[in-house]
């Protein structure tokens, strides 16, 4: 199985802040790779897609990038509505696997 | 508009079995594979697996290959898991996600909380 690591569990930051979280696959995954929020009580909300597309309605401050099997996420100006879950999913093969999560919080 | 409607929460004794439904309208249910995802409470996110509702084929991830069953009705668009012989690891929010292109998840249901309880 491919395993996702997100090193970081928790990460707290100032509004306005430039906030990156990252993601490593164990094995190349290409760009069969996406970024997900959630927040409490909600299903999970689709950022980034094939590693750099920003989804539809997701505000430009978002923004992904790649290298090799290193992902990173960045939210340029950090708000307040940034905190929740980021997780990671590689769809490159089954089983397909997440992230464990990086928890954003304001400072 | 895609949405992804699920049933409501369950609460199953040890031993007995649910099923779960996911409703979907605003696009041909029969263009996208359907993914069903576990989330066991304060914790992080696992796939089950996934059905494609045109062929009715199927993958499991190894864990949940006897826990889970998936099946698609396509004359009501409406995909089902059941989660049968529940046990408290059971216990959790079971999502549907509609698969692109197969490349990423996009759309996702609002989750069913399962509850296995004596």
């Known amino acids: 199985d491919i395993q996702m690591t997100q090193s970081l569990a928790s990460l707290s930051a100032s509004l306005e802040e430039v906030v990156t979280i990252t993601c490593q696959a164990s094995?190349?995954?290409?760009?069969?790779f996406a970024w997900y929020q959630q927040k409490p009580g909600k299903s999970p909300q689709l950022l980034i897609h094939?590693?750099?597309s920003l989804a539809d309605g997701i505000p430009s401050r978002f923004s992904g990038s790649r290298s090799g099997t290193q992902f990173s996420l960045k939210i340029s100006r950090l708000q307040v509505e940034d905190t929740g879950i980021y997780y990671c999913?590689?769809?490159?093969?089954?089983?397909?696997?997440f992230g464990s999560g990086t928890k954003l919080e304001i400072k | 508009e895609v949405q992804l409607q699920q049933s409501g929460p369950e609460v199953g004794r040890p031993g007995s079995s649910v099923k779960i439904s996911c409703k979907a309208s605003?696009?041909?249910?029969?263009?996208?594979?359907m993914n069903w995802v576990k989330q066991s409470p304060g914790q992080g996110l696992e796939w089950i697996g996934w059905?494609?509702?045109?062929?009715?084929?199927?993958d499991y991830s190894e864990k949940f290959k006897k826990k889970a069953t998936l099946t698609a009705d396509t004359s009501s668009s409406t995909a089902y898991i059941h989660l049968n012989s529940l046990t408290s690891e059971d216990t959790a929010t079971y999502f549907c996600?509609?698969?692109?292109?197969?490349?990423?998840?996009?759309?996702w249901g609002q989750g069913v909380m399962v509850t296995v309880s004596s």
């Open positions: 605003g696009y041909t249910f029969t263009d996208y594979v």
């Open positions: 094995q190349d995954i290409g760009y069969w």
């Open positions: 059905i494609d509702p045109e062929y009715g084929s199927t």
């Open positions: 094939s590693a750099t």
């Open positions: 996600t509609r698969d692109f292109g197969s490349r990423y998840f996009d759309y």
């Open positions: 999913l590689q769809r490159y093969s089954t089983p397909f696997t």
